[in-house]
C-alpha cells in the first residue's frame, strides 16, 4: 500500500490575477527521453499516484489482449473521459450493442455530461444523471464487452477478485514496472490503480512506442477521447503523433511513438494548472509546443484578468 508520507513537491505553476500572484500550484512531474532515461524531474518522479482516468489506456491494452475487439472508435472511448455528447453517447451504445448489451447494463456511477450544453439538453428534456452520460460509460461498456468475449459474469465485473479486473491488474503491473500494484476504487466504481509517477510515463511510452490499437486510436480520434475545444482533444490535435489523457486529481500523462513521455501530478487535485505544466515538460523534451495555449484564462466579471503560467 502506498505510504502516507507526502512526498517531495516543487512549484510547478502559478495564477496571476491583476498583475499579481494569487496561487501556487506545487506537485511532480517526469520527463523521459527517447532511451527511456529521466531527463525532466520536478519533485519527486517516483511518488505514488493514482492516475484515475489516465489509467484508461493501460486498461484498454489488457483488455484487447483479453479478445476484445472495438472499432477504433469504439477502442478510444474506452480510453476516453468524454464529454457526454450524442456523437460519445453513440459510439458507447454501438460498443453495448455489439456485445449483446444494453445500458442498464452499466455499473458505472450516474452523472451528467461534462459537457455543460448536453447537461442542459439532458435536464431540459426531463432527464438526469444517468450511467450513460457519465464520463467513464466508455471503459466500462469496454469492460462489459470483454467479458462476454471471455465467457465471464457482468453482475460483478468490478469486483477486484473478478477474472477481468485481476488480467488488467496483472498488464498494469507489466507496463508500470511494478511487482505488486496497489489497488482501490475509482469515482465510477471500477478499481483503481497506484503507481510512481515514472510508472505511468513508461507504461505511455510503451504503448506510444508499440503503435499498436490504442495508440492509434487515440491519436487518430483526439475528440473522442475527451471532446471538442477541451485540453487533452487540443494537446493531441497540436502535437502529431501525441497520445495524451488526463486523469481526476490533477493527473496529466502523454509520450510520442519516439519513446519520449511524461506524467505530472498537482498535489492538491486541481486541475487548473495540468495543461500548462505537462505542455513545458513536453517542450522540455523537445515537443514543439506552446505551454501557453493551453493555460486556464481567470476570470474577472467575465472577462480575462490573469492567466496560468509555469516556474521555468
Same mark, same amino acid.
Given at each position: 500500500?502506498? @505510504?502516507?508520507?507526502?512526498?517531495?513537491?516543487?512549484?510547478?505553476?502559478?495564477?496571476?490575477?491583476?498583475?499579481?500572484?494569487?496561487?501556487? $500550484?506545487? @506537485?511532480?512531474?517526469?520527463?523521459?527521453?527517447?532511451?527511456?532515461?529521466?531527463?525532466?524531474?520536478? =519533485?519527486?518522479?517516483?511518488?505514488?499516484?493514482?492516475?484515475?482516468?489516465?489509467?484508461?489506456?493501460?486498461?484498454?491494452?489488457?483488455?484487447?489482449?483479453?479478445?476484445?475487439?472495438?472499432?477504433?472508435?469504439?477502442?478510444? /472511448?474506452?480510453?476516453?473521459?468524454?464529454?457526454?455528447?450524442?456523437?460519445?453517447?453513440?459510439?458507447?451504445?454501438?460498443?453495448?450493442?455489439?456485445?449483446?448489451?444494453?445500458?442498464?447494463?452499466?455499473?458505472?456511477? &450516474?452523472?451528467?455530461?461534462?459537457?455543460?450544453?448536453?447537461?442542459?439538453?439532458?435536464?431540459?428534456?426531463?432527464?438526469?444523471?444517468?450511467?450513460?452520460?457519465?464520463?467513464?460509460?466508455?471503459?466500462?461498456?469496454?469492460?462489459?464487452?470483454?467479458?462476454?468475449?471471455?465467457?465471464?459474469?457482468?453482475?460483478?465485473?468490478?469486483?477486484?477478485? $473478478? &477474472?477481468?479486473?485481476?488480467?488488467?491488474?496483472?498488464?498494469? *503491473?507489466?507496463?508500470?514496472?511494478?511487482?505488486?500494484?496497489?489497488?482501490?476504487?475509482?469515482?465510477?466504481?471500477? &478499481?483503481?490503480?497506484?503507481?510512481?509517477?515514472?510508472? /505511468?510515463?513508461?507504461?505511455?511510452?510503451?504503448?506510444?512506442?508499440?503503435?499498436?490499437?490504442?495508440?492509434?486510436?487515440?491519436?487518430?480520434?483526439?475528440?473522442?477521447?475527451?471532446?471538442?475545444?477541451?485540453?487533452?482533444?487540443?494537446?493531441?490535435?497540436?502535437?502529431?503523433?501525441?497520445?495524451?489523457?488526463?486523469?481526476?486529481?490533477?493527473?496529466?500523462?502523454?509520450?510520442?511513438?519516439?519513446?519520449?513521455?511524461?506524467?505530472?501530478?498537482?498535489?492538491?487535485?486541481?486541475?487548473?494548472?495540468?495543461?500548462?505544466?505537462?505542455?513545458?515538460?513536453?517542450?522540455?523534451?523537445?515537443?514543439?509546443?506552446?505551454?501557453?495555449?493551453? *493555460?486556464?484564462?481567470?476570470?474577472? $466579471?467575465?472577462?480575462?484578468? =490573469?492567466?496560468? *503560467?509555469?516556474?521555468?
Amino acid at each position: 500500500m502506498p @505510504g502516507l508520507t507526502p512526498p517531495q513537491l516543487a512549484p510547478l505553476a502559478y495564477t496571476t490575477r491583476s498583475g499579481t500572484v494569487e496561487s501556487v $500550484h506545487f @506537485g511532480a512531474a517526469v520527463g523521459l527521453a527517447a532511451d527511456g532515461s529521466i531527463t525532466v524531474a520536478l =519533485g519527486d518522479p517516483h511518488a505514488d499516484v493514482y492516475p484515475r482516468s489516465s489509467n484508461k489506456p493501460l486498461q484498454a491494452d489488457a483488455m484487447l489482449r483479453l479478445g476484445w475487439a472495438p472499432d477504433a472508435p469504439q477502442l478510444a /472511448l474506452a480510453c476516453a473521459s468524454h464529454a457526454g455528447t450524442p456523437v460519445h453517447l453513440t459510439v458507447v451504445e454501438a460498443m453495448l450493442t455489439r456485445a449483446g448489451l444494453a445500458v442498464g447494463d452499466l455499473g458505472n456511477t &450516474p452523472a451528467l455530461p461534462l459537457d455543460e450544453a448536453a447537461g442542459h439538453d439532458v435536464l431540459r428534456s426531463g432527464g438526469g444523471p444517468a450511467a450513460l452520460f457519465q464520463n467513464c460509460s466508455g471503459k466500462h461498456a469496454a469492460m462489459l464487452a470483454t467479458c462476454i468475449a471471455q465467457g465471464w459474469p457482468i453482475d460483478d465485473y468490478l469486483a477486484e477478485a $473478478h &477474472p477481468l479486473q485481476v488480467a488488467i491488474t496483472e498488464r498494469y *503491473a507489466e507496463l508500470t514496472g511494478q511487482e505488486d500494484v496497489y489497488v482501490g476504487v475509482d469515482g465510477c466504481g471500477a &478499481p483503481t490503480h497506484a503507481t510512481p509517477l515514472v510508472g /505511468l510515463a513508461q507504461a505511455y511510452a510503451v504503448l506510444a512506442a508499440e503503435q499498436g490499437p490504442v495508440y492509434a486510436a487515440m491519436t487518430s480520434h483526439p475528440e473522442l477521447v475527451d471532446g471538442a475545444g477541451r485540453t487533452c482533444t487540443r494537446l493531441m490535435q497540436a502535437v502529431p503523433g501525441l497520445m495524451a489523457k488526463p486523469g481526476a486529481e490533477g493527473v496529466f500523462a502523454a509520450a510520442l511513438p519516439d519513446g519520449r513521455a511524461a506524467a505530472i501530478k498537482i498535489a492538491d487535485g486541481g486541475s487548473r494548472a495540468t495543461g500548462v505544466v505537462l505542455a513545458t515538460v513536453l517542450r522540455a523534451l523537445g515537443v514543439d509546443v506552446d505551454p501557453a495555449a493551453f *493555460a486556464d484564462p481567470i476570470l474577472g $466579471h467575465g472577462r480575462p484578468v =490573469g492567466t496560468v *503560467a509555469t516556474f521555468e
